[in-house]
């Protein structure tokens, strides 16, 4: 894979609200979007879920979800929060705060949660290519990580495995027992200080324009501009609305398009041949 770009542009929280289903499926059927993952425990899962049963050909995976960080639109656990007592607050919602989860939440009900989170989606006839983890709260404990590779091998699924993404959680991953020839690290995501100063635009122009040969993958966060979610994100600019819908413009665009066509990148995704053959899967 050395000498070709490989890209996978991967969009994350589908299933969290029409406006970001609606976004991930435009960006998917007529975009540069080549997977995604879905949320199972937010309100709008059903539709998306039944998005992918209609659309086989297109490449998802379950974004595993232990925490809900806005304001006003809270998740609830799959299981009932008396299952999982640790994963919730007085309200039986999850936390907004993944250090909550590092700080407090015990393996066995994460370990039930998360895998009945992956068999409500198979029960719903999903067939999901990969798992991965939402704001990579997985990537906080030892045991967290290891649920999450004991989850991957339980399904048969390869999983998202990066020291890269466990340091943008605020850990350090020398501090952490992970099998190097797993890890995925030509990972790319903007900050929020790249979309103050050069907008979403401006990253991903000079991203695809100096991607690095092999595998790279670029996470996003495609949201169609709406009052959902100003709603949704409301006091939450860090991936907020403006940024995903900005996510959700470009690549739905002929512009993104025609910028991968100029760089000779060639999009993937956790189905394609050439990703199988890097996990060994």
Known sequence: MSSTKYLMIHADDAGLAWSENHATQKGMLKGSISSM??????????????????????DYGIHLTLTGEWKTYPFTPSLSGKKVPSLVN????????????????????????LKNQIEIAL????????LDSHMYTLGLRQDLLEIYQSLGKEFKLPILLSKKLISCTGENPNNFK???NKCLESIF?????EFENLGLCGFYNNLLDNLPEGLSILLIHPALASNEM?????????????????DATYFSSE????????????????????????LGA
């Open 37 to 58: 993952s879905l949320m199972v425990p937010c309100p709008w899962f059903y539709e998306m879920a039944q998005f992918c049963l209609n659309h086989p050909e297109l």
């Open 90 to 113: 007085k309200f039986g919602h999850f936390h907004s705060k993944r250090n909550i989860i590092r700080d407090f939440s015990k393996s066995k009900e994460v370990y039930i949660e």
């Open 123 to 130: 029960n719903m006839g999903l067939k999901p290519s990969h």
């Open 178 to 180: 992970i099998p190097e």
């Open 189 to 193: 995501m903007a900050s929020f200080k």
């Open 230 to 246: 100003d709603q949704i994100t409301i006091d939450h600019p860090n991936f907020g609305a403006l940024w995903r819908s900005q």
């Open 255 to 278: 512009a993104c398009t025609e910028k991968l066509k100029k760089n000779k990148i060639k999009l993937v995704n956790w189905k394609s041949p050439e990703v199988l053959n890097l």
